[in-house]
């Protein structure tokens, strides 16, 4: 490599910025996408029928789109909007908060279904005998339901949490400085396009094993927990 001293100088350090972006992007927009999807799953199982029939077309509609049109959407329309709702005081997101909320947006659909089939398979002798013991709605939900959704909902995010990884890289078309646009910024200077690009690929796969270890000892800490039940 002819750019060795350039590259470990400029562009291993720019690359790196954009693996703690990019993990930065993914951490922030998955809280919230689990708190629209927790809040989605609860309207459609216990709202009203027109609330739920609602929130289920709205989730359609969010699952049926291409992300990269929701990230375009958001980023291009969010400033009349938050305008009219904050009378004027907010006019606009940075690349960041856009991304942030198109992808959290787009993964709550996706989670809301996850946690959805994860309650709705929880067997119905145990609401009963919660209902028996005279618990509130509210511990029933933190006692019993939430524990075991987690449980059963727990490879599925996974997945999720993989899939919004990768798909931070489309933010590079809104400026967000994530992994990919810092790749292609690198190679537009050092023209070495394939070595750039595997370099990104390993930083992603190095994401990807840390964040299946911590799944897997998660998973381990639930089944030794539920280890009475059966696996999903």
Known sequence: MSFLPEFLTVHLPSLMVGAVTTLQLTLVSFGLSLLIGLIWAMMCLYGHPVVARAA???????????????????????????????????????SFASGVLALSLCYGAYANEVIRYAIITIPPQQIEAADAFALSAKRRFLRIILPQATFRSLKGLTNLFLSLMKDTALLSVISVPELIRMTHLSIATAKNPFTFYMLAACLYLLMTFFVL???????????????????P
């Open 56 to 94: 289920k077309s709205l989730s359609l509609f969010f699952r049926g789109m291409p992300e990269l049109l929701i990230i375009l959407a958001v980023y291009y329309l969010h400033g009349p909007i938050l305008e009219i709702l904050t009378w004027g005081r907010i006019s606009q997101l940075s």
């Open 213 to 231: 270890f911590i799944m897997r000892v998660l998973d381990r800490v639930y089944f030794y927990r539920f280890m009475s039940e059966d696996r």
